[in-house]
């Protein structure tokens, strides 16, 4: 229920996000605020989208929150959010409840793609990577220089296990990754993708920050405990596992200390 309340503040706002000179995707921008736009679908982008047998869409919803001071000309470290397929929550719904007012504090830039209603035949990870691709290519066409800036993927619960499928991903396509946050994952998913994928062996020391709660009925402790161990044995070495006393859920300040643990390493 909070995520809906969550939802419907956004889209409140969202609408009287504007300012003059600034945009992305040929939409206005405000600095620290938040837009979402209609973007083009590469050829590429679209043939993953058709995993599951998804009809393709004429476009993706691309979500973009910047931070207060932000300057295109500068680099900035992004934030891109999947969210799990239960409930068939869209990546912006899990960017704007769980990442954004913490993210933006910390200056980071906040991405997600997202494919317009009605919702796909399956949830594939093929569907969620094609549009985060899409967004991806929207920001770097909307800010030069930006195919530079250092990209973290994050995700909690069945996000979680989506973003540690396609975090390999891609690293082999170029881009660079620069962390991995994931919280309440139950299952390992990061070793198939990297062996499928290829995204090299420097990809190994990509930081992964885990957060459990330790009070977690959906993912266990145990259950997170081995996730790590099995990323472990795959070669994953700079790994930071923390725990906090509560539930499902991501906390704050866990994903405060994920951020500023990854920026020191960029």
Not at 180 to 206: A, V
Request: proline share 8%.
């Amino acid at each position: 229920m909070a995520r809906i309340f969550c939802a419907l503040a956004w889209l409140a706002l969202s609408g009287s996000t504007f300012a003059a000179g600034l945009n992305f995707a040929g939409a206005p921008l405000i600095p620290g605020g938040t837009v979402h736009v209609s973007v083009p679908l590469s050829d590429l982008e679209k043939s993953y989208l058709t995993e599951g047998g998804n009809a393709v869409p004429p476009y993706t919803v691309a979500t973009l929150a910047v931070p207060r001071g932000f300057d295109p000309k500068k680099a900035w470290p992004v934030l891109i959010v999947f969210s799990s397929s239960d409930h068939l929550y869209p990546n912006w719904f899990d960017m704007t409840c769980l990442y954004r007012e913490t993210a933006l504090a910390e200056g980071w830039v906040l991405l997600t793609g997202d494919g317009p209603k009605p919702p796909p035949r399956l949830d594939s990870s093929g569907w969620r990577a094609g549009h985060t691709l899409a967004a991806l290519d929207a920001l770097h066409r909307s800010f030069p220089g930006s195919q530079k800036w250092p990209v973290v993927c994050a995700g909690q619960s069945g996000g979680a296990k989506r973003t540690t499928y396609l975090a390999p991903l891609f690293a082999a396509r170029g881009y660079r990754v620069a962390g991995i946050f994931l919280e309440g994952i139950n299952e390992e998913r990061i070793t198939q993708s990297y062996q499928r994928f290829q995204p090299g062996r420097d990809f190994l020391r990509t930081p992964i920050f885990l957060s459990s709660g330790v009070r977690d009925m959906i993912a266990t402790l145990d259950q997170q405990n081995a996730v790590e161990n099995s990323m472990r044995r795959t070669g994953f070495k700079n790994i930071r596992h923390t725990t906090f006393p509560g539930g499902h859920q991501v906390l704050p300040p866990q994903l405060q200390e994920a951020l500023r643990w990854f920026r020191k390493g960029m």
